[in-house]
C-alpha cells in the first residue's frame, strides 16, 4: 500500500523541514491558529524554490466560517493566479452557500482558474449541511480530493463518515482524512477507511533567539501563543509517519 503523505505547514522553513522527514507533499497556509490562510506571495514563492515536493497553497482570505462576500471571492481569484504564477502544484479552496450547500457556481469559477493546477476542497466540506450531497458537487466539478474529518472534531470521531465517504467515492475522487491524525492513529485511520492519501501536522517548537523580552508587550490579542515560542515542523515527525506507512 503507497499512502501519500501531505503535511499541513506555514512557513519555508516547515516546507523544508517536511521534505525532509519523507512528506510527499505539503499544505502551505499562514495562520494556522485559525485554521490556515493564504500565505503571501513571497512564502509561496520561496517555498517553491526550496523543496523538490509538490506545493499545494491554501485560498482562504480569512479566518472564521467560508461564505465569502464579493470582494473576498475576487481576493481569492487573484490568490489562485499568484500561486499559479509561483510553480505551485495545487490550491486549497472552499466556499460554501448560506445555506450550508457547496457554492457551486464560485466553486467552478475558481476550479477553471486554477487549472493545469490539481484542487483539494478543504474542511470547509465539514460544515456542509449534507456532506453526500456536497461530494456529489465537488466531483461534478471535477475538484481532486476533498480534506475532511468527516464532520467531526477528529478523524477517529468522523472514521465511520470518512470510509462511508470513501466507499461512495469510489475512484471519482480522493478522500483525505485531516483533523488529529498522529503517529499512534495513523495505522487504524488508513486500514478502516482504506484512503491512499492523509493530511497531518507535525509540530515542535523552537525558542526565540531573542535575548531582549519586554514584558510588558505583547503582538495580538490576549488569547496568543507564547511570544517567544516559535511552532516548527519536526522532521522525526514526519519520518514516523513514513515509517508508519512504509510498515503497512
Known amino acids: 500500500m503507497s499512502i501519500v503523505l501531505e503535511v499541513c505547514i506555514d512557513s519555508v522553513e516547515a516546507a523544508v523541514e517536511a521534505q525532509q522527514g519523507g512528506a ?27 523543496v523538490d515536493i509538490d506545493v ?5 482570505p480569512r479566518g472564521g466560517d467560508f461564505c465569502y462576500t464579493p470582494v473576498e471571492f475576487e481576493v481569492m481569484k487573484l490568490d489562485i493566479e499568484t500561486a499559479k504564477a509561483a510553480g505551485a502544484n495545487g490550491v486549497v479552496i472552499g466556499i460554501l452557500n448560506e445555506d450550508g450547500s457547496v457554492d457551486k457556481e464560485r466553486t467552478r469559477k475558481l476550479v477553471d482558474l486554477a487549472r493545469p493546477m490539481s484542487v483539494t476542497f478543504h474542511r470547509a466540506f465539514d460544515m456542509a449541511r449534507d456532506p453526500y450531497e456536497a461530494l456529489e458537487t465537488l466531483i461534478e466539478l471535477g475538484v481532486n480530493r476533498v480534506l475532511t474529518s468527516g464532520q467531526e472534531s477528529s478523524v477517529l470521531d468522523g472514521l465511520e463518515m470518512i470510509t462511508e465517504l470513501v466507499d461512495r467515492a469510489s475512484d471519482r475522487i480522493i ?14 485511520i488508513v486500514e478502516t477507511s ?39 515542523t519536526d522532521p522525526e515527525r514526519v519520518s514516523a509517519f513514513v515509517r508508519a506507512a512504509q510498515g503497512m
Open 194 to 232: 482504506g484512503v491512499k492519501e492523509i493530511h497531518f501536522v507535525a509540530p515542535a517548537t523552537r525558542e526565540s533567539p531573542m535575548a531582549y523580552r519586554n514584558p510588558n508587550c505583547f503582538m495580538g490579542g490576549e488569547l496568543r501563543p507564547p511570544e517567544f515560542s516559535l511552532t516548527v
Open 175 to 188: 478522500i483525505m482524512p485531516g483533523g488529529g491524525v498522529t503517529e499512534r492513529n495513523f495505522k487504524k
Open 56 to 60: 499545494n497553497v491554501i485560498i482562504r
Open 24 to 50: 510527499h507533499r505539503v499544505e502551505l497556509c499562514a495562520d494556522l491558529l485559525e485554521g490556515g490562510t493564504t500565505p503571501s506571495a513571497g512564502t509561496i514563492q520561496l517555498a517553491r524554490r526550496s
